[in-house]
């Protein structure tokens, strides 16, 4: 009897050691996903709204926005995963981070946001104090998130717009101020090659003056009549 039990123990343990074993691909398999979920996540959202990126709303405290960020970047590290894609999910997730961790950027973002807001309630109809503003469902944050990446568009147009104009206003100064100094060098120019041939206009001038004079004619004797 000792026999067949040391056997069933045998055939016991090798089961648990294979369901353990089973287990832990299993586990692997289920953080290789998530990792694949969150880098697709990350690549298809709106690089220019780095809450998005990052999945946060708007207004959370730079606490969170750090925490999330140290989370999200250990999951889809480029050396934890061989995920092909991971490189540019990481590289946009730490953009989003310095984002939101830079005051101006952080700032100007905020405002972005909060004028689609604006702008969707107006196209709605709607009044801050509306329920569906007060207590907004899955379908008006999705509106906003559009209302979001449309507003961010456009500004971003506007301000190249803006910087070729003020490129396109600094190249003619520019080319102004060239012309000035070349215009300068010129007459300079001019100046010094008629300083230079001074004496050579004088000499030329008193030669001719001599040329030009009337020659003196002797007079003639007068013979005497008679």
């Given amino acids: 009897m000792a026999e067949p039990a ?29 990792k694949d979920t969150e880098i697709e996540r990350i690549l298809a ?36 995963t061989p995920n092909p894609r991971a490189p540019d999910a990481f590289d946009r997730l730490a953009n989003a981070h310095q984002t939101l961790l830079d005051e101006k950027k952080r700032e100007r973002l905020d405002e972005d946001i909060a004028d689609a807001r604006s702008l969707l309630i107006r196209e709605r109809k709607l009044s801050r104090d509306s329920e569906e503003v007060k207590d907004p469902d899955r379908e008006f944050m999705n509106a906003w998130k559009e209302k979001v990446k449309f507003v961010l568009v456009d ?39 008629w300083e230079k041939t001074r004496d050579d206009r004088v000499g030329n001038w008193r030669d001719y003056s001599k040329k030009d004079e009337p020659k003196k004619t002797k007079k003639k004797k007068m013979k005497v009549l008679g």
């Fill in 6 to 34: 040391r056997d069933l123990e045998k055939l016991r343990k090798e089961q648990e050691k294979e369901d353990a074993d089973i287990l832990d691909e299993l586990e692997k398999e289920s953080k290789a996903f998530d």
């Fill in 45 to 80: 959202a709106f690089r220019a709204n780095a809450y998005d990126v990052l999945d946060l709303q708007p207004g959370v405290p730079d606490e969170d926005i750090k925490k999330t960020y140290r989370k999200k970047s250990l999951l889809i590290h480029p050396d934890k």
């Fill in 155 to 193: 500004n971003e147009a506007r301000r190249q717009r803006q910087a070729q104009a003020a490129m396109r206003d600094e190249g003619r100064k520019q080319r102004q101020e060239e012309e000035e100094i070349a215009e300068r060098k010129r007459k300079r120019e001019q100046k010094d090659e």
